[in-house]
C-alpha cells in the first residue's frame, strides 16, 4: 500500500539522511520498468548532470536495477532516484546499481535506514562499492578504477 | 444434502504454517472435524472475518473449498486434514536394526490409501 | 573445499540477522505477505501443505561431516528429525516454523551454511558433478568455478528480482553428471585445440511445462571472460524476459522466442560493453578462490591385499558384489573410489534421512573417506576419495544402517519429488507410486539384470521430479479429482539430453506398477547383445512399448 505523496521523503542512500519532497528537483527524465528497456543511444544521449527518475511500478519488477547500472555505466553523475514500489529491504541493492536516491514513505524511514548496515561486505566488484569483497582482497587487481 | 456453493474455508497460521479451518463461530480450528460449512448466505462473513484475520498476520494463504464430495474430499484436503505425509518417513522408524516389510501409512490414511480418491 | 574466512562467516551471521529483523517486522505488521514473500523466498523458506519448509543451501553438493552432522541437528532440533535431499543439491526440511527460522538460520551460520538464494526469482544454487576433484573423467575440478559464481551470484544486486528463477550447473567430466543440459545455463568446461581449458556455454534448458535441452551460446569461453559472459547473459534476460505470465518467464522461452542467434547477439552486444570491465574476475581472486580445490593429497596405500580380499568377497556374497557393480565409483588415484550411499529403498521416500542416518554417514565418510559428503542430482549421497581396501568395512556398517540395499543407476534409484504429501503445487502423490515400484522390482538380481534404467517421478507440471529426463517419466496429474499419472519414455539427462516423449492416456495409481513392469518386460523380450533401455528405446522406437503399455 502506498502513502500519499504529502508522506514520501527523498532518502540519500549513501548516508540515510532524508529531504522533504518539496526540496527535490523535478526528474529530467522518467523511466518506468514497465516501459521497454531504454535503447543504448537514448541513455548515452542522457545529460550526465540532470535528475533521473526510475518508477517501479512493482518492487518484484527488477528491470529498474539494470536500467540503473546502465545508465551509470554510460558516465551519468547526476541524481539517479528510486520511486514507486521500493522496499526497504532493496536499499543496498539500489545503492550498489548506482541508486543515489529512494522516494519512501516516511513511516519507513528508520527500516531503511537500518537496512543500509544489515551487510558487512559483498562479493561483487561493482562501481564505488568499498566494501566489494573482491576489492578488500589482499593483493591488488588491475581494475579498479574506483 | 450440501448445496453446490457450500463451502469450508481453510488457511495456513502465519507462525508456523500449521493448517486450520474456521469454525461456526468464526474462529480458526487445527481440528478438520470442526470445520464449519458455510452457505451461500454466510459465507460473505466468513471471508470478511478471514480477511481480517490475515491483516491481523494471524494466517495467510485463505482459500475456500467447495463442499461438493470432490473436491473437499481431494487427495489435496484429506492428506491436510491428516496433517501429514501418506508415507512415514525414516525418522519414525527404529535407528538400527532390520527394517520391518510390513507396509503401513499414517493411521488416519490407512484405511483408504490402497483406494483412488474418488469422490463419493 | 572452500574454507570461509572472516568475512564469509560475517556476512551469513548478517544475513540471518537481517532475516530475523524481517521475521519481526512481517510478524508485527510492517510487512505485508506480498512484500515479506520474496524475501523469505530468499532465504529458502517456502509455505507447503502441512508447514513451513526450509530449504538449505549446499554448494555444488559438497559438505564436510561436521556440516552432515549440522543438518543433523537441525532435523532434530527444528524438524521431525529427518531431511530431504533433492535433485539440485540441496537439503529439504518439511516441518519447519517460521518463528524459529532465525534461530535455524543462525544454528547454519555457526557451521558455514545457510538458505541464501534457494528459491525466489534470483540465481539458485550452483550444481556440479557429485565427483568432482575425484573424478576419473574430469579436465579439471570444476568446483572452482562453482564457487566463483556462487560468490559472484550471492546478493548480486542487479538479479534479485528476475523475471523467475535461475539455474546454472557446471560439468567437467566426459560425462555430464550435472544434466548441464536441462539448465538455465549450462556450463561444459572443454580444451581447446591450443589445449586451453574453457567453457562451452549451453543457454535456455529446463524443466517444467514446457521442458527444453539448452541450446549452445559459446564454443568456447575463456576462463577469464566467465563472469562478465554470465553478466551478460543475465542482463539481457532480466530486461527482456517476459514478467507477464510465471510459466512463460523462464530464459528458455526468451531464448526460445528470439532465436539462439538473435539471443546470441544480444548477449554479445551486451557483453562488448562490459568485459574487460570491474565485472572481470581478477586473476588474484581466481586464484584464491580456485586453490580451495588443488588435487587433494591422498594417503598412499602400500597393502594390496584387500585386492584379492573385495575378489573373493564378491564371488560369495551376492548382496555385496551388487553393491560394488553399482555403487562404486572410478577415481583419478588407483587404489581409491567414491561410493553411492543409496537413498532409495521400500519403506523409504526417496532422497530421505534420518538424522540418526546423517550421523552415521559423517562417522562413516571421517573414518574411511576423507571426510567430505557429496549430494547427488539422484538425490543420494556420495562418500568421495575413498580407499579401496575399506569398501567390505564401509558395506558391513551401510548395511547394519540399512543403506547398502540399493544400487545406483538401476531402476530402484528413482527421483522423486515430494509431491501432494508435503507440496503445495502437487496434483498428486509421488512418494506411495515410488515405495509400490520398489516393492514391485524388490529383487536385487532382477534389478541388476535389467540394467541401467532412470525412472523419476514428479507430482505436478512442475517437474521437480525431472521425469522429462528419465528413461521412464511418471507425472502426476488430476483427473476430476483422481490422482493419474502419465507415462513418457526416452528422456535423458546426461551429454545427450533429450526429453521424454508422452506415450498415451494417463493410468490411475493402481496401475502403474504394471503398466511399468510392460515397458520393462518388453526391453527384456527385445534387447539385443548388453543393449541399455536407453538403446533399445533409440534402436526399437517408443511403438512396441507403446502397444504393450495399452494392450
Known sequence: MRDDDTQRQLFDLADGMVTDMQDRRIADYVFA????????????????????????????????????????????????????????????????????????????????????????????????????????SAMQHKYDNN | MPKTDDIILTANR????????????????????????????????????AEQDAAANRIVSVYAVAVNGKADQSAREMIRAAKGP??????????????????????????????????? | MYRYDQLDHAFVKARAAQFRNQVERRLAGALSEDEFKPLRLQNGLYLQLHAYMLRVAIPYGVLSAQQLRGLAGIARDFDRGFGHFTTRQNIQFNWIKLVETPDILDRLASFDMHAIQTSGNCIRNVTSDPLAGAAADELEDPRGWCEIIRQW??????????????????????????????????????????????????????????????????????????????????????????????????????????????????????????????????????????????????????????????????????????WMARNIHAHWHPDYCSVTISLKAIDRPPGDASAHEMEAIADIAEAFGQGEIRVTYEQNLIIPHMAKQHLPAVFNRLAKLGLAGGEAGLIGDMIACPGLDYCNLANARSLPLADKIFRRFDDADRRADIGALRLNISGCINACGHHHAADIGILGVNKKGVEHYQ????????????????????????????AIERIVDTYMDLRQDNETFADSLTRLGTAPFKESLYA
Not at chain 3, 487 to 514: C, H
Open chain 3, 487 to 514: 507415462i513418457t519414455l526416452g528422456g535423458q539427462a546426461g551429454e545427450a539430453a533429450a526429453v521424454g516423449t508422452i506415450m498415451g492416456p494417463s493410468f490411475e495409481e493402481a496401475d502403474v506398477p504394471a
Open chain 2, 86 to 120: 501418506s508415507i512415514i518417513p525414516p525418522a519414525d522408524k527404529p535407528a538400527c536394526g532390520s527394517i520391518s516389510l510390513d507396509r503401513y501409512f499414517h493411521p488416519v490414511m490407512r484405511r483408504t490409501s490402497d483406494v483412488s480418491l474418488r469422490s463419493a
Open chain 3, 153 to 322: 551470484s550471492t546478493l548480486h544486486p542487479e538479479f534479485a528480482f528476475l523475471p523467475r528463477k535461475f539455474k546454472i550447473a557446471v560439468s567437467a567430466g566426459i560425462d555430464d553428471r550435472a544434466a548441464t543440459g536441462f539448465h538455465d545455463i549450462g556450463l561444459r568446461m572443454v580444451k581447446n585445440k591450443d589445449g586451453q581449458i574453457g567453457f562451452r556455454v549451453l543457454v535456455g534448458g529446463g524443466q517444467g511445462r514446457t521442458p527444453r535441452v539448452a541450446q549452445q551460446i559459446a564454443t568456447f569461453l575463456p576462463k577469464r571472460h566467465l563472469l562478465s559472459y554470465l553478466e551478460a547473459i543475465l542482463r539481457v534476460y532480466n530486461q527482456a524476459g517476459r514478467r507477464d505470465n510465471i510459466y512463460k518467464a523462464r530464459i528458455k522461452i526468451l531464448v526460445e522466442a528470439m532465436g539462439i542467434d538473435a539471443f546470441r547477439d544480444a548477449v554479445e552486444a551486451e557483453w562488448n560493453k562490459i568485459r574487460e570491465s570491474a565485472v572481470e574476475l581478477p586473476d588474484s581472486e581466481r586464484d584464491r578462490i580456485v586453490g580451495y580445490f588443488a588435487p587433494i593429497d591422498l594417503p598412499i596405500i602400500t597393502d594390496s591385499d584387500y585386492v584379492h580380499d573385495i575378489s573373493t568377497r564378491r564371488q560369495n556374497d551376492r548382496a555385496f558384489d551388487l
Open chain 1, 33 to 136: 520498468t514497465s516501459d521497454s528497456p531504454p535503447a543504448d543511444d537514448e541513455i548515452a544521449g542522457l545529460n550526465t548532470s540532470r535528475v533521473i527518475e526510475i518508477s517501479f511500478d512493482k518492487f518484484s519488477d527488477g528491470r529498474g536495477f539494470t536500467y540503473a547500472r546502465r545508465i551509470r555505466d554510460s558516465g551519468f553523475s547526476g541524481m539517479l532516484i528510486a520511486s514507486g514500489h521500493v522496499i526497504a529491504d532493496q536499499a543496498e541493492y539500489l545503492r550498489r546499481c548506482g541508486f543515489s536516491h529512494a522516494e519512501i514513505p516516511m513511516a519507513k524511514i528508520a527500516d531503511w535506514q537500518s537496512a543500509l548496515s544489515a551487510m558487512p561486505a559483498y562479493f561483487q566488484h561493482m562501481a564505488k562499492s568499498p566494501r566489494s569483497r573482491m576489492v578488500t
Open chain 2, 14 to 49: 502465519l507462525e508456523d504454517g500449521v493448517v486450520l479451518w474456521m469454525t461456526g463461530k468464526l474462529d480458526w480450528t487445527a481440528d478438520r472435524s470442526r470445520a464449519a460449512i458455510f452457505d451461500a448466505d454466510n459465507a460473505q462473513s466468513a471471508h470478511a472475518r
